[in-house]
Structures are given as structure tokens and as C-alpha cells.
Antibody, heavy 118, light 106 residues
């Protein structure tokens, strides 16, 4: 059974750093493309970043230069390193798997809340 | 960047109603369009991919159509479990989501 479990969220001051983790089971992270999507309180979904099976990475303009997506194949885990955090980064962060049949997010984690506030 | 515009933003309907949600892309995305359902406090759930393909396990009352820049999601007979927010998403060039359509009880 495919499962994604995020962790690492919490309350952080503006300008601080946080690393989110997404532990995967039931499939191999390095064989699929993986994305992070966030949702600010009461708002819609916003794509954040993607890492492809070949290792290429892309970012939304709103986080470019501040966030870094990576994976640890030995741990079958996806990460999102978030630096220089701003109040507008406050959101629930979801990891999602790019499915081979659908070509888009077929499995999602439960989400982890990041709150940036002093 | 590709922009996605959904309409309406809110829709009030009754159980048994036929419901249609529209999504427009700012440029052609071929059929690289998905629809998701999201309930409060939960992760989105994939309903439709490649504009009209039904994800495994999704009830057949959900259907999708369109290509290029105009797409629709139709629920043929609204059920109590269908009251939720629906998002379209393009995946022709990275990902972009529409702003969402909340389906409320009339």
C-alpha cells in the first residue's frame, strides 16, 4: 500500500529555517517524480516544487532561492529545506507522488502545518 | 506561466442535481488536466486525469471533458459525500491549480 507521511512542521520565526520530511512506503521515491504543494489557511492549493526521477528540480517563483527539494534514496524519503521563511509561507505542506498512469499527483500525504510568526 | 481559472467559485446545489464546473487555461494544455476533490482538513483526492480518465475507485457519476483551454467536471447526480471543494490542475508545464469551486448544500 502506498503511503506518504510528512513531518517537520511547526512554529518558526520569520527569517528562520525548517526542514520538512516525507517518508514514503509502498513504492520507490527515486522511481517517481515527487512534489510539494502547500495550502495557506482558508486558501487554495499552490504548487511549490518538484524533483524528477533523474534528479532535476524546479520551484515556484515564490520560493525560488529559499527552498530546496531533495530526496534520500536509502531512506526512501523526500525533503523540503525551507530557509528565510516569511509570514506568507504559513501553510499546510503536502508531499505528493507523480503517478505513472495518471501523470500527476495520485497519492498525497496528510500534510504538515508550518506557521511563520514572531 | 500557465494560469487556471475556475468557475463558479461557489455552487449551491441539492442532492440529485447535475453539477458542472468549468476550468479555463491561459494557453493550450492539450489534455494534461486533472480534477481533485478536497474535504476540510484532508488532502486532495484525484478524481480525473488526462481531462477525461476516471481514477480507479472514483464513482462513475464523476466525468471530465475538454481539451486545449476549456475543460469541465460534471457530477451527474450529486450525492451527500460530494459536498466539498474541487480543484482543476494543469500538468502540461509543471503544475498550476485553479482557485477552487466549493460545492455547498442548497
Amino acid at each position: 500500500e502506498v503511503q506518504l507521511v510528512e513531518s517537520g512542521g511547526g512554529l518558526i520565526q520569520p527569517g528562520g529555517s525548517l526542514r520538512l520530511s516525507c517518508a514514503a512506503s509502498g513504492f520507490t521515491v527515486s522511481s517517481n517524480y515527487m512534489s510539494w504543494v502547500r495550502q495557506a489557511p482558508g486558501k487554495g492549493l499552490e504548487w511549490v516544487s518538484v524533483i524528477y526521477s533523474g534528479g532535476s528540480t524546479y520551484y515556484a517563483d515564490s520560493v525560488k532561492g529559499r527552498f530546496t527539494i531533495s530526496r534520500d534514496n536509502s531512506k526512501n524519503t523526500l525533503y523540503l529545506q525551507m530557509n528565510s521563511l516569511r509570514a506568507e509561507d504559513t501553510a499546510v505542506y503536502y508531499c505528493a507522488r507523480g503517478g505513472s498512469s495518471s501523470g500527476t499527483a495520485d497519492y498525497w500525504g496528510q500534510g504538515t502545518l508550518v506557521t511563520v510568526s514572531s | 506561466d500557465i494560469q487556471m481559472t475556475q468557475s463558479p467559485s461557489t455552487l449551491s446545489a441539492s442532492v440529485g442535481d447535475r453539477v458542472t464546473i468549468t476550468c479555463r487555461a491561459s494557453q493550450s494544455i492539450s489534455s494534461w488536466l486533472a480534477w481533485y476533490q478536497q474535504k476540510p482538513g484532508k488532502a486532495p483526492k484525484l478524481l480525473i486525469y488526462k481531462a477525461s480518465s476516471l481514477e480507479s475507485g472514483v464513482p462513475s457519476r464523476f466525468s471530465g471533458s475538454g481539451s486545449g483551454t476549456e475543460f469541465t467536471l460534471t457530477i451527474s447526480s450529486l450525492q451527500p459525500d460530494d459536498f466539498a471543494t474541487y480543484y482543476c490542475q494543469q500538468y502540461n508545464s509543471l503544475w498550476t491549480f485553479g482557485q477552487g469551486t466549493k460545492v455547498e448544500i442548497k
